[in-house]
């Protein structure tokens, strides 16, 4: 490790040098002028700084210490403001990962505005952020009870490290991928039929009518900049074949479809990178693939494909978190080109995590289920905003709020009509609930009783799992939708110590909520 550091250190001090003897033998170029101390108030500054990478956030949104010891000591190394850029790429071992970072200035190495106003910023936020934050919002009180369901265990030991849960309807096979990069097929009793070891953990899968599957490895799971994604094809589970795309920066979410209308499926791919990362599609050529940039921004989470517009050519929608966190449509332009247009957009605190499209009020076009509840960064504390929220669709794919119901950590949604009395329900999860409080709130489903009325529901012991991710279908071809709940251990802290230790159990990680609505 030693020596891997002291590479490091060489590569960035030779860069740093190649960069001041390419400035010093331009003679037409010269040194950047300093920037120059401003009369605007810290609120102006932060409002014209801020709010040109992302949304304004307000500083009531967090709590006074976390602005001043989570949130602004990023933001100083963003504005060239901290002194201690070379310290932040210290921490990086991988060299590749490192010169893209350098070269893209994720950390500039010179201040973006005057040291004074740089703390008019922060002595704003320090100001105006509340001591606390409030609680959450009246809402339906959560029952414990879930009469539709009936619970079932794994009888295998299937660790609490799921990163990927697919229900194969073809096959009938459950798909989990997990953190120590292993793949099981699991029937409909999770009962484990077949497994294949990767080369890294699997973020996503689609099966294929003929038996086969596509698949999404994510490279290092925690947060990095390094491009090792693969997507692949499987013909059969025990062999892992060629990559059809590699180099894929910490990808996290892919659906194939054919973008162009050529009668090739291409691949439109969320590069969640970390610092840096993108939105892209993949062209399926004759041989291999041609890759088209969507957006540039990190973050990219969700995926639906959609002719939206109603022209026969299929439109993405994103979502897109890390910080300039929205939801956009790209339009297809039917020539291999896509219009980019923002239908939502919200602070970079929010952490959103999912997305979903569901005609939620039966008028005929389709409204956005959002979720927000991602707290893994630099502000980890309990937010009263984070929650379930349905934006109306005004018929020409404008949005308005119209029901929010508030839900500490919430990380995935699945929106069916799981009771079949011709409504949508809701299921949810959420891998950063309330543990001290309501650690059973970590799935919940919400009965729709019509008129964006909803009874939340959960099952008794509904905390013995620290649910990741989620899936739904008809498990066990009864005719109704089940669901399929996947844990994954991170620690919290000494206090739920008691919680942990059920995490980390053996044969922990797969849960079959099953429906009894055809029982």
């Not at 108030?41 to 009531?60: D, I, N, R, V, W």
């Not at 952020?129 to 809402?139: E, F, G, R, Y």
């Not at 497994?195 to 698949?215: E, I, R, Y």
């Amino acid at each position: 490790m030693f020596q891997l550091r002291l590479a490091v250190i060489i590569l960035y001090s030779f860069l740093l040098f190649s960069s001041c003897r390419s400035s010093s033998s331009n003679e037409t170029s010269s040194p950047a002028a300093p920037p120059v101390a401003t009369q605007l108030t810290g609120k102006q500054l932060s409002q014209s700084y801020c709010a040109s990478c992302h949304q304004f956030p307000e500083p009531s949104l967090l709590d006074k210490i976390t602005w001043q010891r989570g949130v602004l000591p990023q933001m100083a190394l963003r504005m060239g403001q901290s002194g201690n850029s070379m310290a932040e790429y210290m921490r990086i071992s991988h060299a590749d990962e490192l010169t893209r970072l350098m070269e893209a200035k994720v950390f500039p190495d010179t201040p973006l505005l005057h040291p004074t106003d740089w703390q008019k910023i922060v002595d704003y936020y320090a100001s105006e952020a509340p001591v606390k934050l409030p609680p959450q919002s009246a809402h339906t009180p959560l029952q414990v009870g879930l009469p539709l369901f009936q619970v079932q265990q794994s009888k295998q030991a299937i660790d609490a490290f799921v990163t990927l849960l697919r229900f194969d309807s073809i096959s009938h096979r459950i798909w989990v991928g997990d953190g120590r990069s292993n793949l099981y097929a699991l029937n409909q009793n999770l009962i484990r039929m077949d497994s294949v070891h990767l080369d890294s953990p699997a973020t996503d899968l689609h099966p294929q009518s003929d038996g086969s599957f596509d698949l999404l490895t994510v490279g290092v799971l925690n947060p990095n900049d390094r491009q090792m994604g693969i997507w692949r094809h499987f013909t059969q589970t025990g062999i892992v074949p060629p990559p059809l795309l590699s180099g894929l920066q910490r990808p996290v979410r892919a659906i194939p479809a054919d973008l162009n209308r050529d009668g090739l499926d291409d691949v439109v791919i969320c590069q969640f990178g970390n610092h840096l990362g993108k939105l892209t599609w993949h062209e399926r050529l004759s041989e291999g693939y041609r890759e088209h940039i969507l957006d540039s921004l990190p973050g990219a989470r969700q995926l639906i494909i959609r002719d939206l517009n109603n022209d026969q050519w299929p439109d993405i929608i994103a979502l897109l978190t890390q910080g300039n966190e929205q939801v956009s449509v790209y339009y297809n332009q039917q020539n291999g080109q896509f219009r980019k247009e923002t239908v939502l957009r919200f602070p970079p605190v929010y952490g959103s995590s999912d997305l979903t499209l569901a005609d939620i009020d039966h008028d005929g076009d389709l409204d956005l289920i959002y979720t927000n509840g991602d707290n893994a960064d630099y502000s980890i504390v309990l937010k009263p905003y984070h929650g379930i929220r349905i934006f109306m669709n005004d018929g020409r794919f404008h949005f308005r709020q119209a029901w929010f119901y508030p839900m500490y950590g919430v990380t995935q949604i699945l929106v069916r009509d799981f009771d079949q009395d011709g409504d949508d329900d809701v299921a949810t999860i959420a891998h950063f609930p309330d543990f001290s409080r309501q650690p059973n709130e970590g799935f919940v489903y919400f009965e729709n009783q019509g008129n964006l009325r909803f009874l939340p529901r959960t099952f008794p012991d509904a905390e013995q799992g620290r649910w990741l991710v989620m899936e739904t279908g008809d498990v066990d071809q009864d005719g109704d939708d089940d669901i399929l709940l996947g844990s994954f251990f991170r620690p919290t802290g000494p206090e739920h110590m008691d919680l942990m230790n059920r995490w980390r159990k053996p044969g922990t990680g797969i849960l079959l909520l099953k429906n009894n609505l055809k029982k």
